[in-house]
């Protein structure tokens, strides 16, 4: 269960860094005269939820209890 919340949380934070990676490459170079500030922060607001999530104090108990499960391989692996 703590494995399933852990990958869960690992792709929520693929998607944020995939979204800010588009706005990035966006900015770069297709950015219209004057769209800097509104996408300075929406590029913000992506990065403050991606750094919460991925800090998130419960993520310590979930790495701890996904330990002591039955895990294959590829899963230890991902915890350790």
């Not at 949380?9 to 966006?26: M, Q, T, V």
């Not at 991606?50 to 701890?64: K, L, M, V, Y």
Request: net charge negative; glycine share 8%.
């Amino acid at each position: 269960m703590s494995f399933q919340k852990l990958d869960d949380l690992g792709h929520k934070l693929e998607a944020l860094e995939h979204a800010l990676a588009i706005l990035g490459a966006d900015e770069a170079t297709h950015m219209a005269v004057g769209g800097g500030e509104k996408r300075a922060e929406a590029m913000s607001a992506l990065a403050g939820m991606h750094h919460a999530r991925a800090t998130a104090p419960e993520i310590a108990d979930w790495i701890a209890a996904a330990e002591q499960e039955t895990l294959n391989e590829e899963q230890q692996a991902a915890v350790c």
